[in-house]
C-alpha cells in the first residue's frame, strides 16, 4: 500500500505542477503578446519619425547652401517627373 500510496502522491504533485506551468505559459503568452504589440507601434512610430525627418532634411536643403538648393530641386524635378510619367501611363 505505501508503494501505491506514494505513486498516488507523485502523481498528484506531477498534475499541479503541470498546472502551475501552464498558467506561467499562458502568463508568459500573453507579456509575449503585449510586448509584441508595443514593437509594432513603436516600428510605426519609427517609419513615420523617419519619415518626418527626411522632410525636414529636404525643406531644410532648399534653404541652405546654393549647392544644397540645386540638389534638392532636381531632386523635386526628379519625383515630379516620375509622377507625371504614371499619371500619364494611368490616362491610357
Known sequence: MDALET??????????????????NADLQATNDR??????????????????HKNLRMARGLADTPDERITAKRHLDAII?????????LKQ
Open 7 to 24: 505513486l498516488a502522491e507523485n502523481v498528484q504533485r506531477l498534475l499541479d505542477e503541470n498546472k502551475q506551468l501552464k498558467q506561467v
Open 81 to 89: 517627373a516620375q509622377v507625371d510619367r504614371a499619371i500619364e501611363i
Open 35 to 52: 510586448q509584441r504589440e508595443e514593437m509594432m507601434r513603436t516600428h510605426a512610430e519609427l517609419v513615420q519619425l523617419q519619415a518626418e
